[in-house]
Every structure is written in C-alpha cells, then in structure tokens.
C-alpha cells in the first residue's frame, strides 16, 4: 500500500503598515537609548496593525498573498486552520471569517488553534497528520496575532519585544514516489510543561478574568511575562529537546542546512546557537525590523530564508517553536534534490 507524504508547498505573508521604532520607545519610556533596545533584544523596529484591523484581516491578506503566486493554490483546499493568541472574538471562531472572506467552499472544514510561539509547528504536525491518514488533501494553515493589544499599555521589557503579523501556508499531499513540490514534512514532535502558564499569562483574556472568584478590575488585556523564567525554561527544555530529535533521525547538528527557530529575542536565540553549536551559516535571524510575531515568526523567517537563496535544493531544514504555556515543538523538513 502506497504511502502518502506530507509536504510544505507554499508560504504567503502579511505585516500591516503601522511601524514602532525603537526611537518612539525611547520617546514613551524614556528607560533605555535605541541602541541599548536594539543591543539586547535584536529589534529596531515592529509592525503594528491599524486601530481597525484585526487577527481576521491580516490573515486573510496573508492568505490572499499565497494565492496571488498561484491562483490554483485556492483550490481543493479540504480544511482551514487559524492559529492564534488574539481571536477577533472568543465566540465566534475566527477560522470560520477568514473562511468567508477567502469564499472558499461550505465543504471545506475550518478552526482555531489557541497556541503562541510553537502554533506554528503545532499547526504543521496536525496538518501533515490529516493528509499522511488520507483525511484531506491540501490544508491552509494561518497564523496571526495582533499581539500589540497585549502590549501597548504593558512596560518596556514587553512592548519592545512584539509585534504584528499574519501567515498563510499550504500543506499538501504528495503519492509515495513522485517529486514534491516543495519540502517533505518529516519527523513531527512536541512537548508541553503547562506548569508554566503564570510566566506569559493576560489575565483578563478569558472568562476567568470576567468571572467567578478570579475577576479582575480591568478589562484591559495586558501581558504579564517572567522573563527570567521563560529564559530558564528555553535553555534546560529546548535544548535537549533539539538534541534528541535530531538524534530520532539519526542527525547530528552539522547535518542540517538551516535551523529556524521561533524568533523570540535576539539574546535568547543566540544562546540557544551557542549551546546548540549552530554555526551562523546555519541559522536564521529574522527579527530586526519585525520583532517577535508570536506563531508568524517561523514562516516569516521560513519565507526569507528562501527568498534570499539559503534554501537550497536537498536541504534539511529545522523548525522549531517554543513558549507560551509552555509548549514547544519541531518540525525536520526535507526539500527535493
């Protein structure tokens, strides 16, 4: 019985107009230079979505980004997948607007993922499982926050980091022998430690913030992050994690072309390089004029990585998310030739 792959065809992307710079930090904050900001996280400036746009919005121009490569990418799509922090609303679902809004069929299936930083890889195992079980055929996997709610009234340790964003990303299925049109999704795993839940928490986003014992004053969503903590838990959790994955494959870190990991800070990935012993060649930073996109950060990195020739053909790649929840996860990709 012949065995159908996975595979990771296409990757279209939107930043909304709205730009933060270091220097209007410097102007609100008044705590640190521009080039102290820029020093310790590796930003000098993030997109940010206009008062009237929304995690919908930007998802469906990201999506409309993709089409417009290919226009037969919008068909056949089986099923729509949104992952995401920021819904529009808690009730309804947002995959089900951004359905829509991209007039796609009433056959096709459509849900929200409530993941961070890993959704991304998150969102490409569960995609890859339905196709390899024969369930669907061609999935579109979304990611968007506009994490500059959470933020905006938050202190600079926050507000300096995030910024706005959305992706769209084609998983398709490909028969057993022929050439994949893009990069074969092949070894998927993930971890959770939900023990570290208070360290990246916005009280009043949910229903234990408006109700029950635990409601709050405020209604206004704000992030409450323990960055020590969240640094901690990168170091002793995705490193070994990396580790054992590519030892699952029987890789070593010298074996992969290019690692692309969550886009969190500039500090933190460099440390993870280090212990990682990732050579610069061999790992992508794309954070400087965009900043921490939460679950748009990977394909973001992703897309630039091939668009400036750093993918090449045969070339294993090495996605990785990590954070809120905490939850992390891998994705190994390999490309054709």
Avoid at 186 to 197: H, P
């Amino acid at each position: 019985m012949s065995r159908t792959r996975a595979a990771l065809t296409a990757v279209g992307t939107y930043l909304p107009e709205g730009r933060l710079t270091n220097e209007m930090l410097v102007e609100h904050y008044g705590e640190w230079s521009a080039e102290k900001i820029s020093n310790k996280t590796g930003i000098d400036s993030r997109h940010v979505a206009a008062p009237d746009e929304f995690t919908s919005d930007m998802a469906v121009k990201a999506a409309e980004d993709l089409f417009a490569g290919d226009p037969s990418r919008r068909e056949g799509v089986d099923m729509l997948m949104l992952t995401t922090v920021t819904p529009d609303y808690l009730v309804p679902f947002t995959a089900g607007m951004i359905h829509d809004r991209l007039g796609l069929p009433n056959t096709v299936a459509a849900m929200d993922v409530g993941l961070g930083c890993s959704g991304y890889v998150y969102g490409l195992g569960v995609a890859a499982g339905m196709i390899e079980s024969g369930r669907m055929k061609k999935v579109l996997l979304c990611t968007g926050d506009r994490f500059s709610t959470f933020t905006e009234d938050g202190g600079l340790d926050v507000r300096s980091i995030f910024g706005d964003g959305a992706s769209a990303t084609l998983v398709e299925a490909v028969p057993e022998g022929a050439e994949p049109p893009g990069a074969i999704i092949d070894l998927v795993r993930f971890g959770t430690d939900g023990s570290g839940a208070k360290n990246l928490l916005v009280p009043t986003s949910g229903v234990k913030g408006h109700a029950g014992v635990e409601t709050t004053d405020t209604s206004k969503p704000i992030l409450h992050m323990d960055g020590p903590q969240v640094f901690d838990f990168t170091l002793r959790t995705v490193v070994p994690h990396i580790r054992g994955v590519l030892e699952e494959r029987g890789l070593d870190v010298p074996d992969v072309d290019l690692f692309v990991l969550h886009q969190a800070n500039l500090f933190m990935m460099e440390h993870l390089r280090r212990r990682l012993r990732i050579t610069d060649e061999q790992f992508m930073v794309h954070i400087d004029e965009v900043g921490n996109t939460i679950s748009t950060s990977i394909p973001l990195a992703l897309r630039a990585a091939v668009d400036a020739g750093r993918v090449g053909p045969g070339a294993k790649v090495c996605l990785v998310g990590f954070g809120v929840g905490y939850s992390w996860g891998t994705v190994l990709l390999e490309y054709p030739g």
